[in-house]
């Protein structure tokens, strides 16, 4: 066996299927917990493993985010480097040093926290940017 495959077998979704990464995660966290954080509509109306495999399974940038979601929150492991993080989560090359831990601790608080957050880092990349069409945006306070 040559040392990358060595290094492509310690990433935790190595022969794992993305029903039982599902079926893990939901078992750990619920439906609730993973809407919270992942913000996909497949685990919060009518949620069942059926539903959102079909979806996941045709939405590959939704696959992958509870992919990534499943390699750093559950099984703790530490963020990929950039040029790690450019591919797709079963893709990614785990050094061997690097052992997955036990599922962090999530909260419907944190979650909540978390998305004001993004949010407004969102709002502040996006202050006085154009839109698209070259317009600057409207100041709502101005005259």
Request: hydrophobic letters at 35%; one cysteine or more.
């Amino acid at each position: 066996m040559k040392h990358s495959e060595e290094v492509y077998k310690n990433n935790p979704l190595h022969g794992v299927s993305l029903e039982d990464v599902l079926k893990q995660m939901v078992a750990h966290y619920g439906w609730e917990i993973l809407y919270a954080y992942l913000n996909l509509n497949c685990f919060k109306t009518k949620p069942s493993i059926a539903s959102s495999l079909k979806f996941l399974k045709k939405t590959e940038w939704a696959k992958e985010k509870v992919e990534a979601f499943y390699m750093y929150q559950y099984k703790s492991l530490p963020k990929a480097d950039s040029k790690q993080f450019e591919l797709p989560p079963r893709d990614r090359i785990v050094p061997l040093h690097q052992k997955v831990g036990e599922p962090r601790e999530l909260s419907l608080e944190d979650a909540e926290n978390l998305r004001l957050k993004r949010a407004k880092k969102t709002r502040e990349k996006n202050a006085g940017k154009a839109d698209p069409w070259g317009n600057k945006p409207a100041n709502p306070w101005g005259k």
